[in-house]
């Protein structure tokens, strides 16, 4: 087995005991360029999200990046996307969540993103 379906075994089994519990899935997901974050229902309706792409993060992201080196910058948008994420869901009134990490090990990005969501109010 190669990288790529170790982590969708591991993602769909994760998949399926949150479907069984029927909670809000906060969904996180990354590429090599870009993070994305999304709070779905168990219905599979997309109700917050957040990412990388986003005009707003795009700016503050063009403020920082004259002072700091990549991998800095990249922990910082993992932080802000955490945070933005918990914002929104919170003003929909979702305070309790099941975290999906896609199948990716929890370090790095997805346990920066995660530790902001959970500081800006969410709980899983």
Same mark, same amino acid.
């Given at each position: 087995?190669?990288?790529?379906?170790?982590?969708?075994?591991?993602?769909? +089994?994760?998949?399926?005991? $949150?479907?069984?519990?029927? %909670?809000?899935? #906060?969904?996180?997901? &990354?590429? @090599?360029?870009? /993070?994305?974050?999304?709070?779905?229902?168990?219905?599979?309706?997309?109700?917050?999200?957040?990412?990388?792409?986003? +005009?707003?993060?795009?700016? $503050?992201?063009?403020?920082? %990046?004259?002072? #700091?080196?990549?991998? &800095?910058? @990249?922990?910082? /948008?993992?932080?802000?996307?955490?945070?933005?994420?918990?914002?929104?869901?919170?003003?929909?009134?979702?305070?309790?969540?099941?975290?999906?990490?896609?199948?990716?090990?929890?370090?790095?990005?997805?346990?920066?993103?995660?530790?902001?969501?959970?500081?800006?109010?969410?709980?899983?």
């Amino acid at each position: 087995m190669n990288k790529k379906k170790i982590r969708l075994r591991r993602s769909f +089994s994760t998949r399926i005991k $949150i479907a069984k519990k029927k %909670k809000f899935r #906060f969904v996180v997901n &990354k590429t @090599n360029l870009h /993070i994305y974050a999304n709070i779905i229902n168990y219905n599979m309706k997309i109700l917050v999200s957040s990412s990388s792409l986003e +005009s707003e993060v795009k700016l $503050i992201i063009a403020n920082y %990046k004259k002072n #700091f080196f990549n991998k &800095k910058i @990249n922990f910082f /948008i993992s932080k802000l996307i955490g945070k933005r994420i918990a914002k929104k869901s919170l003003k929909i009134g979702i305070k309790k969540v099941a975290f999906d990490r896609s199948g990716f090990k929890y370090h790095g990005h997805i346990k920066l993103l995660a530790e902001s969501a959970r500081k800006a109010g969410l709980k899983f």
